[in-house]
C-alpha cells in the first residue's frame, strides 16, 4: 500500500520559518513534489526533486524554499524561510515518475498540512 504522509506544517509569523516532511512508504518514486493550495485557488507547483537530485523550484519560492530528500528514510523535506502571508495555504506532497508542474500527472498524493503565515 503506498503512502504519502506530510508534517511540519503551522502557524508562523512573516519571516518565519518551517520545515515539511513528507515520508513515503509502499514503493519509491523517481520524483517527489510539494504542491500548495489555498482556499479559492487552484493547486500550484511548489518545488520538486528527481531520482538524481535535481531540483526544480518555481518562481516564487526561489531563495525561500528548499528542497531536498533523504533516500534512506524515502522522506522528502521543504525548508521554508522568510515565509510571508501569501504562502498561507495547505501544502500536499505528490509523488510521481517525472517533474512536471501539472498536478493531474502525479500518481500518489498525501492528505496535506497546513500553513498560515500571519502578518
Known amino acids: 500500500q503506498v503512502q504519502l504522509v506530510e508534517s511540519g506544517g503551522g502557524l508562523v509569523q512573516a519571516g518565519g520559518s518551517l520545515r515539511l516532511s513528507c515520508a513515503a512508504s509502499?514503493?519509491?518514486?523517481?520524483?517527489m513534489a510539494w504542491f500548495r493550495q489555498a482556499p479559492g485557488k487552484e493547486r500550484e507547483f511548489v518545488a520538486a526533486?528527481?531520482?538524481?537530485?535535481?531540483?526544480t523550484y518555481s518562481d516564487f519560492v526561489k531563495g525561500r524554499f528548499t528542497c531536498s530528500k533523504d533516500n534512506a528514510k524515502n522522506t522528502v523535506y521543504l525548508q521554508m524561510n522568510s515565509l510571508k502571508p501569501e504562502d498561507t495555504a495547505t501544502y500536499y506532497c505528490?509523488?510521481?515518475?517525472?517533474?512536471?508542474?501539472?498536478?493531474?500527472?502525479?500518481?500518489?498524493w498525501g492528505q496535506g498540512t497546513q500553513v498560515t503565515v500571519s502578518s
Open positions: 505528490a509523488a510521481g515518475s517525472r517533474v512536471t508542474v501539472s498536478p493531474r500527472l502525479y500518481d500518489e
Open positions: 509502499g514503493r519509491t518514486f523517481s520524483t
Open positions: 526533486i528527481n531520482w538524481y537530485d535535481a531540483i
